[in-house]
């Protein structure tokens, strides 16, 4: 089975996009297939990689019977696709609680896809909706990506519930891949706090790789970058090259 990583939390602004573009954008550079699958209506994962959004004229591969014949899109790193969103995914996910299969369609899509897909990372939408609930059912494992701030335990401790209810629901093999430290500011004592409390309670999942507060981080994503392509020394880049090598190799995903 090819190892599909879904990127999720309830939370907004947290890093879940970032983490996917420059995430799938890092793998992609290190000479691994990869494609990023954009679930999110806000579509900023597909902008931010440059793409252009879902045309109003095709339907979702969530609800189409094709499958996805003819849609994941190019980058300008060649062994990196992405299947691009819009907000009409709004109303796929209306849509989808209308079918007695709407939380797993895209674990049937991705199963039955004969293209070389590599790694998949899902970026989904700050919600535990149907479209976060696809891309866990569907994913290996799923990675949690948490700001250095207040009320981070809260919605960590959330999310990994929902983990262990889709466990015992649609997909028993879901496993954790790692908790992501995002934004964090070496400056900061409650930075250095949340680090601390977040290892403390979960010392085998959280990824040694912490992803600073950097500005080229989304000064990348307004230019439809990966930070690579925009600023490839930054702390934010080498970050993200450090957090993929991890990914890699940690065995989880």
Known sequence: MRPIIAIANQKGG?????????????????????????????ANATSGMGCDLLADSK???????????????????PTLKVLPASPKLLNVESEL??????????????????????????????????????ALN???????????EYFAMEGLTRIIGVVDEVRRSD??????????LTMFDPGLELSREVVSEVRGYFPEEVYHTIIPRDVALSEASSHGQ????????????????ELAREVMTNGRS
Not at 31 to 36: I, K, N, P, V
Not at 108 to 133: A, F, H, K, N
Not at 229 to 239: D, N, V
């Open 171 to 180: 997909n028993a093999s879901l496993k954790v891949a790692g908790i992501l």
């Open 59 to 77: 339907v979702h591969p969530l609800l189409a019977s094709e499958g996805l014949a003819g849609w994941p899109v190019a980058t300008a790193i």
């Open 97 to 134: 609680s209308r079918h007695a299969d709407g939380a797993t369609r895209l674990r049937g899509v991705l199963s039955g896809s004969l293209l070389d897909m590599g790694v998949v990372v899902v970026d989904c939408p700050p919600s535990l909706g149907l479209l976060t609930r696809n």
């Open 14 to 42: 947290v890093g879940k996009t970032t983490t996917a573009v420059n995430l799938s954008a890092a793998l992609a550079l290190a000479g691994t297939e990869a494609t990023l699958v954009d679930l999110d209506p806000q």
């Open 138 to 148: 569907a994913a290996t494992a799923v990675l949690i990506p948490i700001q250095c």
């Open 226 to 241: 990966p930070v690579f392509e925009y600023a490839p020394r930054s702390p934010g880049a080498l970050a993200y090259l």
